[in-house]
């Protein structure tokens, strides 16, 4: 499957954005589906992922974030609201075949990526 993420940009501290990711070559509905991200220096971690219609989150994100799929569009999104400059990274979709959730956090977990879109939260 093939997946392009898109709706990063700059924001001010405790605004919003969200994120999409559309996926061509195969349908959504049959993938556990993930956002990464990656900060400058740091490892790529995992912020949440919806499986079955169940949602997960990292806890840095939690209560602020809200992941949702519309199978129809075979599109994924990440809502991301109260931002603050710690969330500012390269955020990556991720699509999965067969993900457990004992591995869902890892993005070895994950069989096809996105090219990442930059997320800026600016002080």
């Known amino acids: 499957v093939q997946l392009q993420a898109s709706g990063g940009g700059l924001v001010q501290a405790g605004g919003s954005l969200r994120l999409s990711c559309v996926a061509s070559?195969?349908?959504?509905?049959?993938?556990?589906m993930g956002w990464f991200r990656q900060a400058p220096g740091k490892e790529r971690e995992f912020v949440a992922a919806?499986?079955?219609?169940?949602?997960y989150y990292a806890d840095s994100v939690k209560g602020r974030f809200a992941i949702s799929r519309d199978n129809a569009k075979n599109t994924v999104y990440l809502q991301m609201n109260s931002l603050n400059p710690e969330d500012t990274a390269v955020y990556y979709c991720?699509?999965?075949?067969?993900?457990?959730?004992?591995?869902?956090?890892?993005?070895?977990?994950?069989?096809?990526w996105g090219q990442g879109t930059q997320v800026t939260v600016s002080s």
């Open positions: 991720a699509a999965g075949d067969g993900v457990i959730l004992t591995t869902m956090r890892q993005t070895r977990a994950y069989d096809s």
């Open positions: 070559g195969r349908t959504l509905s049959n993938y556990v």
């Open positions: 919806i499986r079955w219609g169940y949602t």
